[in-house]
């Protein structure tokens, strides 16, 4: 294993459903010689792409779980995270940018910028990735790669420069001038191995000049010694240019934008040689974590391989020899046999197997240096936690992690799937936070709530094929809050000396609507009239009875809480009976308060030919939905909208049937919005009968 | 019963809503919105009549690129989604995104300056109004807008009162367009905003009336200009109406965009 950071990069590869990020990884792993021969992702071959590995993802022809690989390109040590693009597996590409340096983002020739391209930019940003877009399926009919670098700056605001253009596009799509270079690249033999180097066709020589120019224009904004050479005139040496586009690139004021077709197999070594020169080594970005001795203050990591380490767990998996995580090693080294500590749990740690991980093959190795990916067998932690060497109290920023939204009861078939299912949910709950199991004790069903649909019926599948638990699953349900509109007060005793020791307590204030926070308690007791010691027990008292709503059983968020007097005895006061009076008081207040009920409502975008584009409006509104707008695309049109969870389900089905199967849409979550009059009716209904059922 | 203005509206196959009952959130809303609009100066404009623009009737917007178009157009669109009428805002070139940030932008500054309680609450009763259509320019055409406009016109999926129409190039050729899209209006009800932009190298033709307008002039009948005259940019009308003799200096904040009463 080569140990020259310089020469590292940790890629991402991020893009919409269906723009080929699996294809291109493919071709990567292909011509930089880890795999030796091509499959596609829904190949006639059956085999799938490779980094596919899970059947469910070959056999749905989408990427469920990142898988990380690592190659070699010239002299380059590439990691690569594969991530999904489908909006419920979000938390996978989160992750990714999280430990990553750089990224690819790939957008489709002909559908350009699409919803989710928006929302992996947003993540981007988020987490100040610098990227490279690479514009696939030139070779399509409809194929545009102007159309979406002018997309990328219009509707992303990225400073997109080509530094390529096409030569021939849609079917006569057969290289790309590279115009830094400029020379006309080719990809022959039938895997397109052989990249053949020739002057420019006349045909396109003219747009190479202005393209290139315009290239130059841009890159001159970021160095003042390639600027002085356009304007002198001077021979601009193609190192020159490429230190201009590092630069620009690295501080993301600039995206270049190279282009071909990973499923004609062009453009894709092109594409290598720009994030080996344009995207960031490990030493180039600069990386936090929180020191929790000194109240979490930031410190700089260094990528000292000697340093003492810090690393990050991002992902979990569980294979046949045990937990296999996966790991970022941000400063220091990661060796066999050394002991580290968990910070979130502060349990020490015997490195057992390091491993290089390669798809769903490993390679083992002696250590994982600073900037390297790798993976560690047999540790037992949850997603997100930090590694450090002895004597370090650092942490690394945690990832932002989305509430589930909906949520399902599962029941286990017979005794055998009930322990199989118990241990895929146990591996399924480490290894993704945006997924939740939990035990309803009215029911004692089994209830397990997500991001989606699609993210629920995932697990369901990977349960039955993975764990063999035959399970079957109820009609999923939205999770429903309640919250309060209005201020109201409260003064409640409660009193029970009715034999033995009494019980006695007295609280008295208000509650109010806050935003952006579940629960707040504020204690304005002033003289003692609660003692100090029972203040805690209030707190308590209000806080249990979050968990479930008085009004709809559903959790209470954004209340505040205020008290200011009350009373004690001497004797009968004790905190089991002001947690008593807490709740009560809760009780009292609660139904003065005005409390409403809130659902989930989901950003839907909705790409549809535009001939659909009345029913699927149509279909949003039927659906409660209100639409934000339609944006007109030439042959696509856009529609945004925003429709409760809850009258989302079996959305796609509809949608196909609608568009025949032409349309696609994405959802995620927006905000928890009060349910109208008449459905609030119908739950509560609903609740009754449930209740009386379980009665 | 009429019911009371901001009261729920029946949901399909509740129970028709009892007299007697008064939704305290829903009043509350009526009340500001009856709040912002009588201090809004954007009122004026519209003079007594709620309807700044009749059914059928075209307004227009005209400045050069940069002064305040947009801004003033959205708050002409705030001020009729305060009214609960429904506005559609059809924006040539600009994703909804950019358009919404508009709105997003200016309803902030109305809330700030009225110091308007909650104002997250009073945005998503007002979001329902609002409807953004995108096309790009060369994808642009008064049929295809007409074709929309019946999609969601007959499944009733939103009726717009108010339609405004930004950033159509007035130095093309228009009149046969804007001819049909007058008929289109006249039939559904619509009245319809267009923002013009003129140039700063361009002397305005007769009656002070830029080239841009001069050629369907007839078919305009109200045309406001934004001037920027020193450090304001003054809200000119030039066709049609006359602002109320108290109300006469309008000008529009350079450091908001919000239209501002000088004489206040």
């Known amino acids: 294993m080569k140990k020259d950071i310089a020469k590292v990069r940790n890629i991402g590869i991020s893009a919409h459903i269906d723009s080929g990020k699996t294809t291109l990884t493919e071709r990567i792993l292909f011509y930089t010689q880890r795999i030796h021969a091509m499959h596609d992702v829904k190949g006639k071959d059956g085999v799938g792409a490779f980094m596919d590995s899970m059947e469910l993802e070959r056999e749905r022809g989408i990427t469920i779980a990142s898988a990380a690989t690592f190659c070699e390109w010239k002299d380059l040590e590439i990691n690569i995270i594969d991530t999904p693009g489908h909006v419920d597996f979000t938390i996978e590409v989160e992750r990714s940018l999280r430990v990553l340096d750089g990224a690819i983002l790939v957008l489709c020739a002909v559908g350009g910028v699409q919803s989710q391209s928006i929302t992996v930019d947003q993540q981007m940003r988020r987490y100040k990735v610098p990227c490279i877009a690479f514009i696939n399926k030139c070779d399509r009919s409809g194929a545009n790669p102007f159309r979406v670098i002018d997309q990328l700056k219009d509707r992303l605001g990225h400073n997109a420069v080509a530094l390529q253009i096409p030569i021939g596009l849609e079917n006569d799509f057969t290289g790309v001038v590279d115009l830094l270079a400029m020379k006309a690249v080719y990809f022959d033999g039938e895997k397109g191995e052989t990249i053949r180097i020739e002057e420019i066709p006349e045909t396109v020589r003219e747009l190479a000049r202005t393209k290139r120019e315009q290239m130059l224009d841009a890159a001159s904004m970021f160095s003042d010694e390639l600027m002085e050479a356009i304007l002198e005139e001077k021979e601009i040496g193609t190192d020159l240019i490429v230190a201009a586009l590092r630069k620009a690139t690295l501080s993301r004021q600039l995206t270049p934008v190279v282009m071909g077709s990973a499923y004609k197999n062009k453009g894709v070594q092109l594409l290598l040689d720009a994030v080996n020169s344009l995207l960031p080594c490990p030493t180039d970005v600069e990386n936090y974590a929180l020191d929790t001795d000194r109240d979490e203050t930031p410190v700089r990591l260094t990528s000292d391989p000697e340093a003492p380490l810090v690393a990050l767990a991002f992902k979990l998996e569980d294979r046949t020899y045990g937990q296999l995580t996966y790991i970022r090693v941000y400063q220091g080294s990661l060796s066999k046999g050394e002991t580290i500590i968990n910070v979130r749990t502060g349990r020490k740690i015997k490195v057992g197997r390091v491993v290089r991980m390669h798809s769903d093959q490993m390679e083992e190795i002696e250590a994982i240096p600073a900037g390297y990916i790798g993976a560690l067998f047999g540790v037992d932690c949850a997603s997100g936690d930090t590694f450090v060497a002895p004597g370090l109290s650092l942490t690394m920023t945690s990832m932002y992690v989305p509430k589930p939204v909906i949520s399902l009861a599962i029941s286990p078939k017979d005794h055998k799937a009930e322990i199989n299912m118990s241990k895929a949910l146990n591996r399924f709950t480490k290894e993704d936070p945006t997924f939740k199991t939990h035990v309803n004790p009215e029911t004692n069903e089994t209830i397990i709530s997500g991001m989606g649909e699609l993210h629920l019926e995932v697990y369901i599948e990977r349960m039955q094929r993975e764990y063999s638990a035959e399970v079957t699953a109820g009609a999923p349900r939205v999770a429903y809050r309640e919250t309060i509109t209005q201020r109201a007060d409260f003064d409640y005793l409660h009193k029970k000396q009715t034999g033995g020791s009494g019980q006695y307590g007295r609280v008295s204030g208000w509650m109010e609507p806050i935003a952006d926070q579940d629960f707040e308690f504020d204690n304005q007791v002033v003289g003692g009239s609660i003692p100090t010691q029972y203040i805690a027990a209030c707190e308590k008292g209000f806080r249990d009875c979050m968990a479930k709503g008085p009004k709809m059983e559903f959790p209470v968020t954004g209340v505040k809480i205020v008290i200011n007097d009350g009373a004690s005895h001497a004797v009968d006061s004790s905190d089991m009976a002001f947690q008593q009076a807490a709740r009560g008081a809760f009780h009292q207040g609660y139904f003065k308060a005005k409390p409403v009920i809130q659902e989930p409502i989901m950003k839907v975008v909705v790409e549809t030919p535009t001939a659909f584009q009345g029913p699927v409006m149509g279909s949003l509104n039927q659906r409660r939905g209100m639409i934000v707008g339609a944006q007109d695309e030439g042959a696509l049109c856009v529609i945004e909208s925003q429709v409760p969870l809850a009258e989302m389900f079996g959305y796609s089905t509809v949608l196909r049937s609608l568009t025949q199967g032409q349309a696609q849409f994405t959802m995620e979550f927006l905000a928890y919005r009060q349910v109208p009059q008449s459905i609030a009716e119908q739950l509560e209904k609903k609740a009754a009968e449930q209740k009386k059922k379980v009665a | ?264």
Do not use: C
């Open chain 2, 1 to 264: 019963m009429r019911p009371l203005s901001g009261s729920r509206p029946a949901a399909a196959g509740a129970k028709p809503p009892r007299a007697t009952l008064i939704f305290i959130k829903e009043r509350y809303f009526a009340m500001l919105k009856t709040d912002l609009i009588l201090n809004n100066p954007v009122q004026f404009i519209g003079g007594q009549s709620e309807d700044v623009l009749a059914s059928g009737q075209f307004g227009g917007v005209l400045a050069r690129a940069g002064v305040g178009k947009t801004a003033l157009m959205v708050q002409m669109a705030l001020n009729a989604m305060l009214h609960e009428r429904k506005v559609l805002h059809v924006s040539l070139n600009q994703p909804v995104n950019k358009t919404n940030l508009w709105y997003l932008e200016v309803f902030g500054h109305v809330a700030r300056q009225y110091n308007v309680p909650q104002p997250e609450l009073l945005w998503e009763s007002l979001l329902p109004h609002r409807f953004i259509m995108t096309f790009r320019t060369e994808g642009f055409s008064v049929p295809k807008l007409e074709e929309r406009l019946t999609d969601l016109v007959e499944q009733k999926i939103f009726v717009p009162r108010m339609l405004i129409v930004d950033g159509l190039s007035f130095d093309e050729p228009l009149r046969d367009a804007l001819a049909g899209l007058k008929h289109y209006a006249r039939l559904n009800g619509l009245g319809v905003w267009f923002t013009i932009r003129t140039h700063r190298h361009e002397d305005p033709g007769p009656g002070g009336i830029p080239k841009q307008l001069a050629d369907v002039k007839d078919l305009f009948d109200l045309a406001l200009q934004l001037v920027p005259v020193g450090e304001e940019i003054l809200v000119k009308a030039v066709k049609g109406l006359t602002l109320p003799a108290e109300h006469a200096h309008l000008v529009l904040d350079p450091s908001t965009m919000l239209v501002k009463d000088r004489a206040v």
